[in-house]
């Protein structure tokens, strides 16, 4: 059996509190935890640990976003933030701080669930875009690595590019180690001797 999505909701404001656990009690099966006081939310959000936080801020200002930013762990899980009113570059700061989902003016009882959704979505490809960057970057790295191990045993051997990196994959084979950490062993082999 599949466990129901832990939600922390994060308002001070009884009234309206209820009006985002009602909300999404009628949209589905969750287990909702909610949090009143801003001043313990980073403890608050490690105790209860959610799959998503839906906070509701009636007049952010930065300094109030980027404690709940920090405070949410926007890049653990999604984070949705409703606000009655904002001000200039704040929208633009709330997704560069990692939030998936900045709504002005929109906590309604009917928006609350296609809201969660898409801030889940969102998160979802958010994160799929931070794993392949991470990817790409280390098979960038790896690239200029074996690239450079290729230019040492270029100039030590004599050999071609192509005989070189024969012979890194070869030793990579022997060793049944990837290409990547023989050409690392390598340069820092050849820093030591420098």
Aim: proline letters at 4%; hydrophobic letters at 50%.
């Amino acid at each position: 059996m599949v466990s129901p999505l832990s939600i922390v909701v994060v308002e001070p404001d009884s009234s309206r509190a209820r009006l985002i656990v009602d909300a999404l009690r009628s949209a589905g099966d969750y287990d909702i935890h909610v949090v009143a006081e801003r001043a313990a939310l980073a403890r608050q959000i490690r105790i209860h640990n959610p799959d998503v936080v839906l906070i509701d801020v009636a007049d952010p200002s930065r300094d109030i976003l980027e404690e709940l930013a920090a405070a949410s762990g926007p890049l653990e899980r999604p984070v949705a933030l409703f606000t009655d009113r904002t001000e200039e570059g704040l929208s633009a700061m709330a997704i560069e701080a990692g939030l998936s989902a900045y709504v002005v003016d929109g906590l309604t009882a009917h928006r609350v669930k296609p809201i969660l959704d898409a801030a889940i979505a969102r998160f979802h490809l958010f994160q799929r875009m931070r794993t392949e960057l991470a990817e790409t970057k280390k098979a960038l790295e790896e690239r200029k690595l074996i690239d450079r191990a290729k230019g040492l045993l270029m100039r030590a051997k004599g050999v071609d590019e192509d005989a070189a990196y024969r012979l890194l994959r070869k030793t990579a084979m022997d060793q049944g180690r990837r290409v990547a950490d023989v050409a690392e062993a390598l340069v820092m082999a050849a820093g030591l001797l420098e």
